[in-house]
């Protein structure tokens, strides 16, 4: 690998890790990244998974403050999210992935919306008789995590978004953390039987740190409305992108 490469991967590692800790959409600058890295794509995606490890490890560093009190919920969050990272790595090992790949964009554009009327479907979420388990959401998404990655954290970011009535900034940190443990599960898999690209992965993973660890704090500095437009926009330009690349 040329230092060009090398310098490419450890930028977009920062890049990744802001976007990651602020809107949920690491794989937005990662994902790329790889590609343009001249890594196959399945390779890619594997090798995405086991670099953006680092994105908890910074999250937890830079949002101390939002995550305090949060421990067994996170933990309870992360066993489950977990199983589905599991289940997703087995499904990428075992599947082709093109089928998937289209379903792929029409899943980010309903996070999106998630994210613009969060109130609203906070609402309905909260009437009685109306709660649909949340935790069957973060399952789903950590298949969808452990499988291909790209905006799982726009998806579990709604999803936790519309059942709680805390700060964006909390929810943002603890579902950082959450869906490392869908990452890390997936990881050890791909790590023992897949095509990681470990120099990638490591330099990918390196400016990932940093970049999670600034991120929280520019997420506390914000206002919740116009960063969650924000989010759902790019949510939105990942989805076209993705729609392309499908098609």
């Given amino acids: 690998m ?9 930028i977009g590692g920062v890049g990744s890790g802001l976007t990651g800790a602020i809107a949920g959409l690491a794989s937005l600058v990662s994902y790329p990244v790889l590609l343009a890295a001249g890594i196959p794509p399945v390779a890619a995606s594997m090798t995405n ?16 403050r939002e995550l305090r009190g949060q421990r067994r919920r996170i933990l309870r969050a992360s066993v489950i999210c977990a199983a589905g990272g599991i ?23 309903l996070g999106a919306l998630a994210l613009l009327f969060r109130e609203g479907l906070r609402d309905w979420y909260t009437r009685p008789g109306r709660r649909p388990p949340l935790v069957v959401a973060i399952f789903l998404i950590g298949i969808y995590g452990g499988y291909f990655g790209a905006a799982a954290g726009v998806l579990l970011l709604a999803a936790m978004a519309v059942a709680s009535v805390e700060p964006f900034a909390v929810t943002n940190a603890v579902k950082t953390v959450v869906l490392g443990a869908a990452n890390l599960a997936a990881a050890i898999l791909y790590a023992l039987t897949g095509p990681v690209h470990w120099l990638a992965a490591a330099l990918l993973g390196a400016g990932c740190l940093i970049g999670s660890w600034i991120g ?17 926009v790019a949510a939105f330009g990942l989805a076209i992108y993705l729609w392309w690349q499908a098609f």
Avoid: H, M, Q
């Fill in 216 to 232: 929280p704090a520019v997420v506390r500095r914000s206002p919740e409305r116009p960063l969650r437009i924000v989010i759902a």
């Fill in 2 to 10: 040329d230092l060009e490469t090398a310098g490419l991967l450890l």
């Fill in 49 to 64: 998974t086991v670099a953006l490890l680092a994105a908890p490890i910074g999250t937890v560093g830079g949002a101390r």
């Fill in 87 to 109: 289940t997703g790595g087995v499904l990428l090992k075992s599947t082709p992935s093109a089928a998937f790949e289209v379903i792929v964009p029409f899943l980010i554009i």
